[in-house]
């Protein structure tokens, strides 16, 4: 009956203030501690409150979100106990990324991660704290998105939306350029298609910021 129809592609409000909200996550605009309302958000992004109340909602669910006080939301601060198992999570899945994404390695893929790693190295020199952590996650993936895998991407990325604003605290431990190193050696053994090499890059990355991070939130 309708084999003629053609679907409607139609982006609504609320997907583009969600997937707008997901990047002030992203690029440390939201940090832990920090709270903000949804009234000054909808006021940022120039919207009515209810397409923010609905983004807001869905990453509330995710964990990404939480109540501060009253009206205010934030980026909740994670317990030691949801660091360690981030980190197995991330050591498994974003291994399994890097390998399959060794396995599509092209010309073009290896130029935009060269372009990203060089803005990484450029704002850890220049010490550009919220450049280096978007670069940080524009490094991770593009790997990541190489591997193909639309289900793995999401599992991802909806880790990093918990993860990703702890990262400003390797800046205070001068641990940019010990990072950067690290994303180095994965670009290096991308090149030449080496997943398992790449991989222990990866692990030397997660790990050692893992570290970081768990000490700096036991202080």
Known sequence: MFESVAPVKRETLQSIVHARLCDLILEGQLAPGESVTVASIAKALDVSPMPVRDAISRLMALGALTVVSGRSIGVPRLGLE????ML??????????????????????????ESVLEKMEEAERSDRVKDFIRSNYDFHFTIYRQAASPLLLQLISNIWLRINPHFHLLHRHGHYRVSNRQHRKIFEALQKGDGETAVDALHEDIESAYKVIAATLSE
């Open 82 to 85: 949801e660091l360690d198992d």
């Open 88 to 113: 197995r999570v991330r050591l498994e899945i974003e291994a399994t990324a890097v390998r399959w994404a060794a396995g599509n390695v092209d010309k073009a893929f290896l130029g935009a991660l």
